[in-house]
Nanobody, 121 residues
């Protein structure tokens, strides 16, 4: 079992920045990759990006590439989502997640509870 707790969401103006954190517990953190997803009101949950177990490899959705950065600190059992140049369309609940072992970024075994990000125009 893995428990995930996101934090750092809030209200920010367009063009601003936020950094989300996701603290993990329950299993050796450095053994698994991590993904970030988001879900806007009335829309399906969408993949934002992922990071491998070591932090040496990341992957991003086209919609956030060049603006968002995922990193991790295995000593702190925490993964981060740095969001810059935020747009109103980035408004959503953001979730961190643990992919199923050996699968793609999108097949998820564990989800966090989510944190709200609201970008005002």
């Amino acid at each position: 079992q893995v428990q995930l707790v996101e934090s750092g969401g809030g209200l920010v103006q367009a063009g601003g920045s936020l950094r989300l954190s996701c603290a993990a517990s329950g299993r050796t953190f450095s053994n698994y990759a991590m993904s970030w997803f988001r879900q806007a009101p009335g829309k399906e949950r969408e993949f934002v990006g992922g990071i491998n177990w070591s932090g040496g490899s990341t992957y991003y959705a086209d919609s956030v590439k060049g603006r968002f950065t995922i990193s991790r600190d295995n000593a702190k059992n925490t993964v981060y989502l740095q969001m810059n140049s935020l747009k109103p369309e980035d408004t959503a609940v953001y979730y961190c997640a643990v992919p199923q072992p050996g699968s793609s970024w999108y097949k998820i075994e564990y989800w966090g509870q989510g944190t709200q990000v609201t970008v005002s125009s």
